[in-house]
């Protein structure tokens, strides 16, 4: 999986959230990892499969998300599924928590990636909850427009 992301390097990326939700902002944030978590990531395992950020103690963190044990540390490794804390600017905090208790909106992350300075960086998104329609229509506006562009090909 080492494709580019928004600005380095991905490491892992949830796709069921765009299938999921729609995504109404981006935001880019930090985490604190510890130093196997980093070297685990470098290796390109991680899965952001039914994570999500919420708050804690006034803070905002990352629950879930599996970062899997770096093989080559003994004794010194981490817990997988911790709780790791995002960096925000207090503003930028303030204005999503209040996002989530008002409109009742979800925090998503959508990638895990390094930037071009070498530090992970974590891309949360503002979702709401999709219905069993919306995806059906998506996935139909989605088929319709291949479909288009498959006959614009060949009509030419």
Known sequence: MATRGP????VAQNRRARHDYFIDENLETGVILTGTEVKSLRDGRASLQDSYA??????????????PEYRAANRFNHE????????????????????VR???????????????R???????????????YDKRETEKTRDWNREKA???????
């Open 80 to 99: 997988t599924r911790r709780p790791r804390k995002l960096l925000v600017h207090r503003r930028e905090l303030n204005k999503l928590l209040g996002a």
């Open 7 to 10: 600005n380095g390097r991905l």
């Open 118 to 132: 070498g530090i992970a960086k974590v891309d949360l998104g503002l979702a709401r909850g999709k219905r069993k």
């Open 54 to 67: 919420g708050e804690q103690a006034g803070e905002l963190f990352l629950f879930n998300a599996y970062i």
């Open 150 to 156: 498959r006959l614009m090909r060949d009509k030419g």
């Open 102 to 116: 008002r409109e009742g909106v979800t925090l998503v992350p959508l990638s895990i990636y390094f930037n071009s």
